[in-house]
């Protein structure tokens, strides 16, 4: 079968990752390389120095082709922060022909008519995509051409983002020689990455909570229907902890991440101290415990404030999927629980379709790297489409490439 060789990169708050995989097919993907390297000069998913997040992206991508063998020439990148934001939007048309068959041309002027929207000032389309059409007014359509009706309509999902954020970030990795490909909003690689069709289909909330952001985006009827960015994650948490109690950062994160439980009971015999971690560095156990959970529960507040209606428990049947690399808090789909009353489970990337050097990739924090591949796989259609026909991402992307080529 034909080797299409593709890369992308996650570029997070905590770690930056390169991924290169042969893409045979949707489920037939080879991880040919993974290169991790920690994260600097980005803050909340944006570049705030140019020259440390630019050496941090080269490491990553170098890491990468050392694994792989494999000169990367272009990337697909994974997009976040607070400038992002999104709405869904309403195209409409008439299907003039005689025999009123819709062709693919009428999908196209539908879509067009959807992202005819006003975008504010320094803000650009990154994604339009279709959530559905309907014929003449009735039921919910996934592909209507070929077809009859007179009036096509499409529910869009539409996404923006900051051009400046955008930019930044692309330089950054163009200055490096390497071409962008394409942008994907990071929830929607995370949610390709940890979530079943099945809960797709019936409604489901997915929260990547990196370092960072916490990245959601509720998918309904097999499609996405709302995403939002929240600017507090696992940073956050360890900052709380370092100032509580009295520690350096680096002392905070670790205890974080060896003791850290969201719900740890009423075990007595759990009061201990937290020593030894270094340099005789100290803390209560139930304190640390109790700072994460306050952190938690007001981050699952602010989720439940980002949802698009108050009555999510419809919307969503299948509840909450929770990644990224805060998800691996011991207890946090129990806290889930109680403060949102919808079951809430962790979400980690699935080998399925997936093989070769995959196993950095089981962890939740990889659930936007791995999902930046599959999300190209599976909609490299729409991408390409997009790209190489000028049309809202190609426009995006062409942007960058006249400003930093040359
Ligand atoms: N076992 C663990 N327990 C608690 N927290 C953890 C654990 N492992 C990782 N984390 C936290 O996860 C965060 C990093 O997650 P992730 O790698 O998903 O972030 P990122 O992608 O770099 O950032 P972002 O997506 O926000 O830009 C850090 O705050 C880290 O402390
Ligand atoms: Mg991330």
């Known amino acids: 079968m034909a080797k299409r060789i593709v890369s992308a990169i996650d570029v997070g708050t905590s770690k930056i990752a390169t991924i290169i995989a042969n893409v045979r097919a949707q489920d037939d993907i080879e991880i040919l390389g993974v290169g991790v390297v920690p994260s600097h000069g980005m803050h909340k998913g944006i570049v705030v120095n140019m020259d440390e997040a630019k050496t941090s992206i080269t490491n990553s991508i170098k890491e990468a082709q050392r694994v792989s063998g494999i000169k990367v020439d272009s990337v697909y990148v994974?997009?976040?922060?607070?400038?992002?934001?999104?709405?869904?939007?309403?195209?409409?048309?008439?299907?003039?022909?005689?025999d009123r068959l819709v062709r693919p041309k009428d999908l196209k002027r539908v879509l067009?008519?959807?992202?005819?929207?006003?975008?504010?000032?320094?803000?650009?389309?990154?994604?339009?995509?279709?959530?559905?059409?309907?014929?003449?007014?009735?039921?919910?359509?996934?592909?209507?051409?070929?077809?009859?009706?007179?009036?096509?309509?499409v529910e869009t999902h539409i996404i923006t983002a900051s051009v400046s954020s955008v930019q930044n970030l692309a330089k950054c990795i163009r200055s490096i020689g390497i071409d962008v490909e394409d942008l994907i909003l990071e929830p929607l690689a995370s949610g390709e990455a940890v979530l079943s069709q099945e809960e797709k289909d019936s409604g489901v909330i997915m929260a990547d909570i990196g370092g960072g952001?916490?990245?959601?985006?509720?998918?309904?009827?097999?499609?996405?229907?709302?995403?939002?960015?929240?600017?507090?994650?696992?940073?956050?948490?360890?900052?709380?902890?370092?100032?509580?109690?009295?520690?350096?950062?680096?002392?905070?994160?670790?205890?974080?991440?060896?003791?850290?439980?969201?719900?740890?009971?009423?075990?007595?015999?759990?009061?201990?101290?937290?020593t030894g971690i270094e340099n005789g560095h100290s803390a209560s156990y139930r304190d640390l415990c109790d700072i994460i959970h306050?952190?938690?529960?007001?981050?699952?507040?602010?989720?439940?404030?980002?949802?698009?209606?108050?009555?999510?428990q419809t919307l969503a049947p299948c509840g909450l999927v929770l990644t990224g690399g805060t998800a691996n808090l011991i207890g946090l789909p129990e806290l889930g629980k109680s403060a949102l009353q919808i079951q809430v489970r962790k979400g980690q990337p699935s080998d399925s379709g997936i093989y070769g050097i995959t196993d950095v990739l089981r962890d939740s924090a990889y659930a936007t790297t791995t999902g930046l591949i599959l999300w190209q796989a599976r909609n490299r259609e729409r991408s390409t489409w997009q790209v190489k026909r000028g049309g809202i991402l190609g426009g995006f992307v062409n942007l960058f490439r006249k400003l930093f080529r040359g």
């Not at 400038?83 to 299907?95: A, D, K």
Request: charged share 20%; aromatic share 6%.
């Open 78 to 98: 994974g997009v976040t922060g607070r400038h992002i934001s999104s709405l869904n939007n309403r195209g409409v048309v008439s299907i003039p022909h005689d």
């Open 213 to 274: 952001t916490t990245d959601i985006a509720v998918f309904k009827d097999g499609n996405i229907y709302h995403t939002a960015i929240i600017p507090v994650a696992g940073y956050q948490v360890t900052s709380d902890i370092a100032i509580g109690l009295g520690l350096p950062f680096h002392v905070a994160e670790k205890m974080k991440k060896v003791y850290g439980n969201v719900t740890p009971g009423l075990d007595t015999s759990k009061e201990a101290t937290v």
């Open 294 to 312: 306050s952190r938690m529960e007001e981050l699952f507040e602010l989720i439940l404030l980002e949802m698009p209606t108050t009555d999510y």
């Open 112 to 153: 067009s008519a959807a992202r005819n929207m006003p975008v504010p000032e320094g803000k650009k389309l990154l994604h339009a995509i279709p959530r559905y059409y309907t014929l003449n007014g009735e039921e919910k359509v996934n592909q209507p051409v070929g077809m009859h009706g007179t009036r096509l309509d």
